[in-house]
């Protein structure tokens, strides 16, 4: 594909600002500090920002991965969801939310 008409386009790294037309501060003029933008976390944030998660080795996660295919292939896999529910609410992190 050519491309004829590029005055459009503009490059990368190319601001558009002439650097011969650049505002430059006297020597010596000092501006009173800008405000700086602020963050601020909620306690919830605060205790979700602590919680580690303890993740198994990478080959231990890889015989789990495999086997729950071999599983979903099989077509044995099953899900209790009762006992998924009864994990997270269990979890440290979901008391650590109520709390």
Request: overall charge negative; aromatic content about 0%.
């Amino acid at each position: 594909m050519k491309i004829d008409d590029v005055r459009g386009l503009v490059s990368i790294g190319q601001t558009g600002l002439d650097p011969k037309k650049a505002k430059v501060d006297a020597p010596g003029k000092t501006e009173a500090p800008a405000e700086s933008d602020k963050v601020e976390l909620s306690s919830q944030a605060q205790t979700l920002h602590g919680i580690t998660v303890e993740r198994p080795d990478p080959a231990a996660r890889a015989a789990m991965v495999e086997e729950l295919k071999r599983q979903v292939e099989a077509g044995t896999l099953s899900i209790n969801p009762d006992k998924i529910a009864e994990s997270l609410a269990d979890s440290p992190a979901l008391s650590d939310l109520q709390a």
